[in-house]
């Protein structure tokens, strides 16, 4: 077994074990931890994708290459950056402090109407 297949076996163990506990109301889902688990798994599948269709051939055009990493990108850019740094700046400010720069990711314009 490669790295990545242990690495993506224990995410997906986690978020298992995460589903039985809410399920049995052993622990609740607070927003905090829906907020780590998607951000972990958004930027694990992004880069994931970005890496392997980088370092291996898989018989695909180039073009259609450059759309899956494409993907790969999209979706790390779907991460909800902002509550990310909440959930974090509760835990460590000082850090929260040094990333706020990936606010502005999904800052969008004011319409002017």
Same mark, same amino acid.
């Given at each position: 077994?490669?790295?990545?297949?242990?690495?993506?076996?224990?995410?997906?163990?986690?978020?298992?074990?995460?589903?039985?506990? /809410?399920?049995?109301?052993? $622990?609740?889902?607070?927003?905090?931890?829906?907020? *780590?688990?998607?951000?972990?798994? $958004?930027?694990?599948?992004?880069?994931?994708?970005?890496?392997?269709?980088?370092?291996?051939?898989?018989?695909?055009?180039?073009?259609? *290459?450059?759309?899956?990493?494409? #993907?790969? *990108?999209?979706? *790390? /850019?779907?991460?909800?950056?902002?509550?990310?740094?909440?959930?974090?700046? $509760?835990? #460590?400010?000082?850090?929260?402090?040094?990333?706020?720069?990936? $606010?502005?990711?999904?800052?969008?314009?004011?319409?002017?109407?």
């Amino acid at each position: 077994m490669k790295v990545y297949h242990i690495f993506f076996v224990i995410l997906r163990l986690l978020v298992a074990i995460q589903v039985v506990l /809410v399920v049995f109301k052993k $622990k609740s889902f607070s927003p905090s931890i829906k907020v *780590i688990i998607d951000s972990v798994l $958004k930027l694990s599948l992004g880069l994931f994708i970005i890496i392997f269709f980088y370092f291996h051939n898989v018989g695909l055009d180039p073009w259609d *290459i450059y759309v899956l990493q494409f #993907s790969g *990108i999209l979706i *790390i /850019v779907d991460i909800d950056y902002a509550s990310l740094l909440d959930v974090i700046g $509760k835990v #460590s400010p000082s850090i929260s402090k040094n990333l706020e720069i990936l $606010k502005t990711i999904q800052r969008y314009p004011k319409s002017q109407n």
